[in-house]
């Protein structure tokens, strides 16, 4: 899923869980303004069957153009029952 955002300031907050039926981890990274940033992304390890995996992060996002903004998963099994929560609260202030 990508989401066209214009340019300016955002709040971003996402969540993502899921649950993995062996020990295994999850990574997922925003990717915006051309490149992935790990800086805020979401990383997380577990180490018994059947365990949830979960984390959040909330940043400023700067566009000075439009730009397109995407979650990637990174990981290597698949989850499930997974959940994402994605929220923007574009700011008011004036552009990039």
Request: proline share 7%.
């Amino acid at each position: 899923m990508h989401v066209q955002l214009a340019a300016g300031y955002y709040l971003v907050s996402y969540s993502v869980s899921a649950i993995f039926n062996s020990p295994s981890y999850m990574q997922v990274t925003p990717f915006y303004n051309g490149i992935s940033h790990l800086e805020t992304g979401v990383y997380f390890a577990t180490a018994a069957n059947g365990s949830s995996a979960c984390g959040s992060s909330h940043f400023i996002l700067v566009a000075p153009a439009p730009t397109s903004f995407t979650l990637t998963y990174s990981g290597p099994l698949d989850a499930r029952e997974g959940t994402v929560t994605l929220h923007f609260l574009k700011l008011r202030r004036p552009g990039p």
